[in-house]
């Protein structure tokens, strides 16, 4: 009896993530209430907030399913024990970037995120773990990149916290700009060259040397 509860829960959380981001989709975030995602899931709003506290809430925990299939490849480049840190860090953005654009539930949450996401004062929860989450980011990318210079893959005196921040921005900058003109390049095909142009930077910029 107590499994079957812990499963009738499970599915309640998924049709309500579902028909958040469906809804958050269709109408931005602003403009969606909890009481539209619980009509859209059949669900009382009392059964959101058992899940989640609030929208924030829940659209940290859509963009979190969003990161599994690149946790394997994260924490191999981040391990001091790696080989080729850099070349997981290359597998990992070329997967994220063909990721969006092949599967259509990774693309929709993204779209929402860059772009359909209003970081407003009833939102201000989400604008800090969004906050948290970029510096944490930032942090894992900087492992990565420390990795690498100990293996000579990178310059010995590579600025390990400014090549941190240009890599993320630069991957936000790809993701956000195909996002909204999808048409505008070949983001899967060209995956692998987005990446390598992104190391290119890392390896030769004098810019980013201590």
């Given at each position: 009896?107590?499994?079957?509860?812990?499963?009738?829960?499970?599915?309640?959380?998924?049709?309500?993530?579902?028909?958040?981001?469906?809804?958050?989709?269709?109408?931005?975030?602003?403009?969606?209430?909890?009481?539209?995602?619980?009509?859209?899931?059949?669900?009382?709003?009392?059964?959101?907030?058992?899940?989640?506290?609030?929208?924030?809430?829940?659209?940290?925990?859509?963009?979190?399913?969003?990161?599994e299939s690149l946790e394997e490849l994260a924490n191999a480049s981040e391990s001091e024990d790696e080989l080729d840190p850099l070349g997981c860090l290359r597998k990992l953005l070329i997967h994220l970037f063909q990721q969006v654009v092949?599967?259509?539930?990774?693309?929709?949450?993204?779209?929402?995120?860059?772009?359909?996401?209003?970081?407003?004062?009833?939102?201000?929860?989400?604008?800090?773990?969004?906050?948290t989450a970029s510096l944490e980011c930032n942090s894992r990318i900087g492992l990565t990149l420390r990795n690498a210079v100990h293996r000579k893959q990178l310059p010995e005196d590579l600025n390990i916290v400014r090549a941190a921040i240009c890599l993320h921005a630069y991957v936000d900058g790809i993701l956000g700009q195909w996002l909204l003109i999808p048409d505008s390049f070949q983001l899967h095909q060209d995956a692998e060259r987005w990446v390598d142009i992104s190391l290119d930077m890392l390896r030769l910029s004098p810019s980013l040397r201590n």
């Open positions: 009896m107590v499994r079957r509860t812990k499963e009738e829960a499970l599915e309640t959380r998924s049709r309500i993530l579902e028909a958040a981001e469906r809804a958050f989709y269709e109408r931005g975030v602003s403009r969606t209430t909890l009481s539209d995602i619980a009509a859209l899931a059949g669900v009382t709003r009392g059964a959101i907030y058992w899940h989640f506290s609030n929208k924030a809430d829940l659209m940290q925990a859509m963009l979190d399913t969003t990161h092949l599967d259509p539930k990774t693309q929709r949450i993204n779209e929402i995120l860059f772009h359909k996401c209003e970081l407003t004062d009833e939102m201000c929860d989400l604008r800090g773990q969004r906050q």
